[in-house]
């Protein structure tokens, strides 16, 4: 789904910045111009980014959890 209809960003978009290292909305709004424009998109992408966040912080944790 678009996110930001100001620069055409969509949600996949914005996952694949979090899976590349972008971790704050300023970061997202330097690299795709995200909440830089009316800002109506900032709170949905902030979401994004948060899920994103957490569920590689889960899957790094039960990596690290299970025995060599």
């Given at each position: 789904m678009y996110v930001c209809l100001?620069?055409?960003?969509t949600d996949?978009?914005?996952r694949q910045a979090a899976?590349?290292?972008?971790?704050s909305?300023?970061?997202?709004?330097?690299?795709?111009g995200v909440g830089r424009q009316c800002g109506r998109c900032a709170?949905?992408?902030r979401e994004i980014l948060r899920e994103c966040q957490t569920e590689e912080h889960m899957t790094l944790?039960?990596?690290?959890?299970?025995p060599a």
């Open positions: 100001c620069h055409g960003v996949r978009q914005i899976e590349e290292g972008c971790r909305m300023r970061q997202l709004g330097k690299e795709m709170a949905t992408a944790a039960g990596m690290l959890a299970q």
